[in-house]
């Protein structure tokens, strides 16, 4: 009976995000999340309502949200019972958080912050920066970010009337190699 219930369960969950989306889906999930962002995540892991996510905020796919460290079950009190943490993790507005990312437990991600694809973001990222590796760590601030893809990427405006995709980014990748030093 309980199989049918957890599969009754996720069968719910899986409908409510289509139907409703993401945002609405992580919000339903008890995330607190802002205006105006992008989530493709569908997995929450076990304490969602420890996630607070800001305005204009992007989710790639993969990302993992970790609240609770798992390895105190090894720790043991006198009658044997384990013990617990959890924390909250908190990120600001205007985030970009990159593929196959993990965000460990009490972790604030300032804003104005890109994390690159596959960080272990371990501590906190403050605002205005750009975060990578494992551990994550900033390499750069997020106003020479900006304008170094300013100055190497096409911008919307230089795409605008290209309706094709695959011909908007064949003409982005000739305005990119236009841009580039040779």
Same mark, same amino acid.
């Not at 990120?91 to 958080?97: D, L």
């Not at 906190?124 to 920066?129: V, W």
């Not at 009337?161 to 695959?166: M, P, V």
């Given at each position: 009976m309980s199989f049918m219930i957890s599969a009754f369960r996720q069968l719910f969950d899986l409908a409510y995000f289509i139907?409703?989306?993401?945002?609405?889906?992580?919000?339903?999930?008890g995330v607190k999340v802002g205006e105006n962002c992008r989530i493709y995540i569908k997995s929450w892991g076990?304490?969602?309502?420890? /996630?607070? $996510? &800001?305005?204009?905020?992007? +989710?790639? %796919?993969g990302v993992k949200f970790i609240?609770?460290?798992g390895s105190t079950c090894l720790i043991k009190d006198e009658q044997g019972k384990r013990y617990q943490r959890f924390a909250p993790i908190q990120?600001?507005?205007?985030?970009?958080?990159g593929v196959n990312t993990i965000v460990m437990p009490g972790v604030s991600i300032g804003s104005n912050v890109v994390i690159g694809a596959g960080s272990v973001v371990t501590k906190?990222?403050?605002?205005?920066? /750009?975060? $990578? &590796?494992?551990?994550?760590? +900033?390499? %750069?601030?997020?106003a020479d970010y900006q304008a170094k893809i300013q100055s190497t990427c096409a911008s919307d405006s230089e795409l605008a009337?290209?309706?094709?995709?695959?011909e908007r980014v064949e003409r982005a990748i000739a305005i990119q190699a236009s841009k580039t030093p040779h």
């Open positions: 139907a409703k989306g993401s945002v609405a889906y992580a919000r339903k999930k076990s304490e969602p309502f420890l /996630v607070s $996510i &800001g305005d204009h905020v992007t +989710v790639t %796919s609240t609770h460290d990120v600001g507005s205007h985030v970009f958080i906190d990222i403050p605002d205005h920066s /750009v975060a $990578i &590796g494992v551990p994550a760590k +900033v390499v %750069s601030s997020f009337g290209i309706t094709d995709y695959r």
